[in-house]
T-cell receptor, first 110, second 116 residues
Framework: QKEVEQNSGPLSVPEGAIASLNCTYS??????FFWYRQYSGKSPELIMS????GDKEDGRFTAQLNKASQYVSLLIRDSQPSDSATYLC??????????FGTGTRLKVLA | EAQVTQNPRYLITVTGKKLTVTCSQN?????MSWYRQDPGLGLRQIYY???????DKGDVPEGYKVSRKEKRNFPLILESPSPNQTSLYFC???????????????FGAGSRLTVL
């Protein structure tokens, strides 16, 4: 089992729709969870961080964390073509190891 | 401006010719890390450092060396590069605190390395 798993996609959504990205992790003692966005050939940039169970909203983005299910998700409302990118889920494990998933490629269709 | 600076950004070299990719951060971060990114494989950690003189292997350390003599610098050394080390490399840093936004990684712009 991979430590952080994501569906590679591509996930295609029409412009204006909600995009839902999912991630599961294996280390139960993980405390910090992140979503990074990466455009092709560019460095990852932070979209959201979440540290406690529940939802965290920032503009069009909502991160959801469920530690019991070891599941973290990212919702993007009113998706725009500029949101088309690869979204990386990252987790800091109990030994302070930063672990990335392989990423989900999102395509927003105009 | 707070940033992580990598050099060179682009490099084409030949098999066996030693090279160093430098990484420097100006945010007083304790944690620094090197990743390589290949199509379909995501970001894979090469080495990381919790603080000065403290380094540890990541998932793909073979063929690489690092050192952390100063807090701000974390160079990646390829003693004898081979074609399978052709990749996009990222350096990143953060504070080392759990449960706080301080542990968000800041990435460098990336270094695209081609080994012929």
């Amino acid at each position: 089992q991979k430590e952080v798993e994501q569906n590679s996609g591509p996930l295609s959504v029409p412009e204006g729709a909600i995009a839902s990205l999912n991630c599961t992790y294996s280390d139960r003692v993980s405390q910090s969870f992140f979503w990074y966005r990466q455009y092709s050939g560019k460095s990852p940039e932070l979209i959201m961080s979440i540290y406690s169970n529940g939802d965290k909203e920032d503009g069009r983005f909502t991160a959801q964390l469920n530690k019991a299910s070891q599941y973290v998700s990212l919702l993007i409302r009113d998706s725009q073509p500029s949101d088309s990118a690869t979204y990386l889920c990252a987790v800091i494990s109990g030994t302070y190891k930063y672990i990335f998933g392989t990423g989900t490629r999102l395509k927003v269709l105009a | 401006e707070a940033q992580v600076t990598q050099n060179p950004r682009y490099l084409i070299t030949v098999t066996g010719k030693k090279l160093t990719v430098t990484c420097s951060q100006n945010m007083n971060h304790e944690y620094m890390s090197w990743y390589r990114q290949d199509p379909g494989l995501g970001l894979r950690q090469i080495y990381y450092s919790m603080n000065v003189e403290v380094t540890d292997k990541g998932d793909v350390p073979e063929g690489y060396k690092v050192s952390r003599k100063e807090k701000r610098n974390f160079p990646l050394i390829l003693e004898s590069p081979s074609p399978n080390q052709t990749s996009l490399y990222f350096c990143a840093s953060s504070f080392r605190e759990t449960g706080l936004s301080a542990n968000v990684l800041t990435f460098g712009a990336g270094s695209r390395l081609t080994v012929l």
